[in-house]
């Protein structure tokens, strides 16, 4: 059955750091039909093709906490919002929404992206990135 978080995974598509268990990705502007996409709205999904938080295995679990919270530090934000939805892919991926200082509070979640100043990106400036994020996580150390 085909899967698009499975298929990303195998690909490599908006990685940018991840372990046995989970990958933690950049969305990309093609699951948005090929428009910008918020830079910054990372997503964190186990490796296993799982639906639900309730579908996790402890170590799983742990993980999903372990690179949420390095992803939330990452991004370097005002403040990190977290949600799971999951309405139109089954495989669970926990969205990681940054609030950049100086949105307006009129914008702030769920309606970030609809702020005129709001960063949006496409796939050169979600690459860009994704670049940069991966190297604050390598400056924390944290390793896997
Ligand atoms: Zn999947």
Same mark, same amino acid.
């Given at each position: 059955?085909?899967? %698009?978080?499975?298929?990303?995974?195998?690909?490599?598509?908006?990685?940018?750091?991840?372990?046995?268990?989970?990958?933690?990705?950049? =969305?990309?502007?093609?699951?948005?039909?090929?428009?910008?996409? %918020?830079?910054?709205?990372?997503?964190?999904?186990?490796?296993?093709?799982?639906?639900?938080?309730?579908?996790?295995?402890?170590?799983?679990?742990?993980?999903?906490?372990?690179?949420?919270?390095?992803?939330?530090?990452?991004?370097?934000?005002?403040?990190?919002?977290?949600?799971?939805?999951?309405?139109?892919?089954?495989?669970?991926?926990?969205?990681?929404?940054?609030?950049?200082?100086?949105?307006?509070?009129? %914008?702030?979640?769920?309606?970030?992206?609809?702020?005129?100043?709001?960063?949006?990106?496409?796939? =050169?400036? =979600?690459?860009?990135? =994704?670049?940069?994020?991966?190297?604050?996580?390598?400056?924390?150390?944290?390793?896997?």
């Amino acid at each position: 059955m085909a899967c %698009y978080i499975c298929d990303k995974h195998q690909a490599g598509d908006g990685v940018v750091a991840g372990d046995d268990l989970m990958v933690l990705a950049h =969305v990309l502007p093609d699951a948005s039909g090929g428009g910008p996409v %918020y830079l910054g709205h990372l997503v964190v999904e186990p490796r296993r093709h799982v639906p639900g938080l309730a579908d996790l295995t402890p170590a799983e679990a742990a993980a999903l906490g372990k690179w949420a919270a390095r992803g939330a530090r990452a991004l370097r934000a005002e403040h990190v919002y977290s949600s799971v939805v999951g309405h139109r892919i089954d495989h669970l991926h926990l969205h990681l929404f940054p609030r950049y200082p100086g949105t307006p509070r009129d %914008y702030w979640w769920p309606r970030l992206e609809e702020w005129p100043d709001a960063p949006l990106g496409g796939n =050169v400036e =979600v690459t860009q990135l =994704v670049g940069e994020i991966r190297a604050r996580l390598d400056v924390a150390g944290a390793g896997r």
